[in-house]
């Protein structure tokens, strides 16, 4: 999990990661829209790869990247989990506010 | 895909900001609604919150304003804050949960403990997926 909010941390990481919503992309089209070399984009892919949030696949003498949302899935259930968590806490302290309104 | 890994939750509470820092800031009070455990409004200030079945959890206050802000490291796994202004006769009270390390031993439990909150997760993957 950590390895997925640091992948995601960087800017040109996530910037990568939406061009990848596209399809499937080589490094040499993705690199174009940065002003970073293509060895630090292959870096930058390398994390997301580590992430599992981007997969690479050789077609010839290229390697395509692929997205994979999946482990996006599980940041957004920590998330839904905690802000849910967090929802029923602010619950007791307005009840509890009220009842020493009250007194 | 902006911050993922920011928790911000937001309320408008029908209270002044001197007693929504209140309970905030004195044991007592912040044990009713949340944990037990030893708060202080004091940059430092370290002390334990009593967090049930994931026991003591180490927290530290790394930032203090008077009823407005209050700020503290909790568990090694986020760091918490809690944000006060005035609204009104009441008091718009903002929740940011950060610096999330979801590899530390508390985070792991809680995640392997939120089961019940399966269905609501595979809602979030469909949302997820029809936003990647």
Known sequence: MNDVFAALANPVRRALLLQLREGPRPVKELARGFELGRPAISEHLAVLRKARLVREEPRGRERYYHLDPRPLAEVQAWMAAFTHYWNERLDALDALLAKEEKR | ?132
Do not use: N
């Open chain 2, 1 to 132: 895909m902006k911050e993922p890994a920011v928790i911000r939750v937001e309320r408008v509470f029908a209270h002044p900001p001197a007693r929504v820092w209140q309970a905030l800031t004195d044991p007592a009070l912040h044990a009713q609604w949340w944990a037990a455990g030893d708060v202080r409004p004091v940059v430092g200030h370290r002390f334990e919150l009593d967090m049930g079945r994931w026991g003591m959890q180490p927290c530290e206050v790394v930032a203090v304003e008077q009823e407005r802000l209050l700020s503290y490291t909790f568990a090694g796994m986020s760091t918490i804050t809690w944000r006060l202004e005035p609204e009104g006769a009441g008091t718009r009270f903002t929740l940011i949960q950060d610096g999330f390390d979801l590899d530390s031993p508390i985070a792991r439990q809680a995640y392997e403990g939120m089961g019940r909150g399966w269905p609501a997760v595979i809602a979030g993957i469909d949302r997820v997926l029809a936003a990647a």
